[in-house]
Every structure is written in C-alpha cells, then in structure tokens.
C-alpha cells in the first residue's frame, strides 16, 4: 500500500520550469514597462492613466501579477516543506500563503480595472 503525504516534497521538475516561465514573463514584462515608461511625455498621473488605460497593458499586468503570485507560491511552499516539519502546521501555513496570495490577486485586479 502506498501513502501519500498531505504536503510533501513530490513536485520537482513540473515547480522548476514553473518558476522559470514565471521569471520569464516577469522579466518581459519589465522590459516592456521600462519601455513604456521610457515613452511618456511626462511622469504624471494623467500619463499613468493613459498607459493603464487600455484594456491590453490592464490584462499584460495582470498576467505579470499572476506570474509573480505563482512564483511565489512555488518558493513559499518549498520553504515551508524545509523548514516546518509538523504537518499540522505546515498544512496550515501552506492555506494562509494560498488565501494570502489570491487576495493579493484579487486586490491586483481590483486595482487595474478600477484605473
């Protein structure tokens, strides 16, 4: 019979292309912001708007926010499976980061769709 372990060290190849295409898109979406940035006639919040204000740099954002949320998933849960050993609380740890991590993905879009 096989046990299978509440929280476990299992993930492996899967979580480290994971956080890999997640940097990879955070690091195009730098690029592309610094660009964006780089092209605003001046730093005000009027030209804020006017960047946020489509409907693609709105979803490219929050496909960058995504990205960043997941990535952190993937490096907080690894922390908790290497340094928590009860699994009680580990368990526990691993629900506040998920509840933690969606609300902040949630407040993201709350953000950009009310600019």
Known sequence: MVR???????????????Q??????????????AICLIGLPNHSL??????????????VTFLFFLALFYHAWV????IWMDYVKPTSIRLALHCVTIFVLLGYAGWAAQILWRL
Request: aromatic content about 14%; hydrophobic content about 50%; cysteine-free.
């Open 20 to 33: 890999r295409v997640t940097a990879i898109v955070m690091a195009l979406y730098t690029v592309l912001l």
């Open 75 to 78: 490096g907080i849960r690894d």
């Open 4 to 18: 299978r372990t509440t929280v476990g060290a299992h993930y492996g190849f899967r979580d480290w292309l994971a």
């Open 46 to 59: 009027e030209s804020w708007r006017a960047l946020f204000s489509g409907g693609l740099m709105k979803f």
